[in-house]
């Protein structure tokens, strides 16, 4: 499969394949337009629906940006009709996030601002550069955020820090995002590739399912009550109790060696 606007690359790991997934426009700061939702789609379908690829990470290409946002200079002449028309933005989050059961981490290595915040958010959790700045601009251009930034970027922050950063469009840095929840964790700009690979190595060396169903449960805290959640995550529990990766997990504890998975 060729790729216009990303590369993708399967990177061997001893317990499971990771794939590398690079926003590859630099001269736009990796601006997301339209042909980077074709390509992502596109790698993100391979990626589920190939059995030897356990986590993928996500990271921008050059030195400054993660993505800086969806593509101005697409949608400056676009009309209105043709925005809802298309239910523009909607396909982020149908093919990213709903349709990608397995886990993907995104390493922010510069500016994430609006669709390129809005991105990063959609992966199951973010690891940043300390040089990377994250912010909703949107306001600024006479709009608002349009991927999913008053949402998820509220439900990781909470309302006074989304609040500002909509109505100001000011950046936070790698720093504040860390202490505010927004990322997993902040780690020097050089190594922030290998720290993305090697934390999804881990993740690709667990039971493979357990790893699905354990991504499926914390989502749900965001889309249930307490209780409905409560239940999912039982329900999920007992799903797995049957799961013949369950009998060789605790199986390999006992006798004290590595499980060897079968992701059933
Ligand atoms: N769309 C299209 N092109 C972009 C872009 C974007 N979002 N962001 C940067 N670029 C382009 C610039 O136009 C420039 O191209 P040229 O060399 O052809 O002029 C190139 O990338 C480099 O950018 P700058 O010269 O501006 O670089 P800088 O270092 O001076 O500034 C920046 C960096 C502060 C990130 C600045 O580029 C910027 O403010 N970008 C726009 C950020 C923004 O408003 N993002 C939100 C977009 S709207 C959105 O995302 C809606 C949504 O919710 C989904």
């Not at 992966?123 to 601009?137: C, E, L, N, R, Y």
């Not at 991927?147 to 990781?156: C, I, K, N, V």
Request: hydrophobic share 45%.
């Amino acid at each position: 499969m060729t790729y216009e606007t990303i590369t993708v690359e399967q990177r061997p790991e001893p317990h499971g394949a990771v794939t590398l997934i690079t926003l590859n426009r630099p001269q736009a700061l990796n601006a997301l337009n339209s042909q980077v939702l074709e390509d992502l789609i596109a790698a993100f379908a391979a990626f589920e629906a190939d059995d030897g690829q356990r986590c993928a990470v996500l990271t921008g290409s050059g030195d400054k940006a993660f993505a800086a946002g969806a593509d101005i200079k697409e949608m400056a002449d676009k009309p209105a009709a043709d925005f809802y028309l298309d239910d523009f933005f909607a396909r982020w989050t149908s093919h990213l996030v709903k349709a990608t059961r397995k886990p993907w981490i995104a390493a922010v290595n510069g500016f994430a601002l609006g669709g390129g915040c809005e991105l990063a958010m959609m992966a199951d959790f973010i690891i940043a550069s300390d040089k990377a700045k994250f912010g909703q601009p949107e306001i600024k251009l006479g709009v608002a955020p349009g991927m999913g930034g008053s949402q998820r970027l509220t439900r990781a922050v909470g309302k006074a820090k989304a609040m500002e950063m909509c109505l100001t469009g000011r950046m936070m840095d790698a720093a504040e995002a860390e202490r505010s929840g927004l990322v997993a964790r902040v780690v020097p700009h050089e190594s922030l590739l290998d720290e993305a690979l090697k934390t999804a190595a881990t993740i690709a060396a667990m039971p493979p399912m357990a790893a699905i169903a354990n991504k499926e449960m914390v989502n749900a805290a965001f889309e249930t009550t307490l209780d409905q959640g409560l239940v999912v995550e039982r329900r999920i529990f007992q799903i797995l109790a049957g799961s013949e990766d369950k009998a060789e997990g605790m199986a390999a504890f006992v006798e004290k060696r590595e499980g060897r998975w079968k992701g059933r």
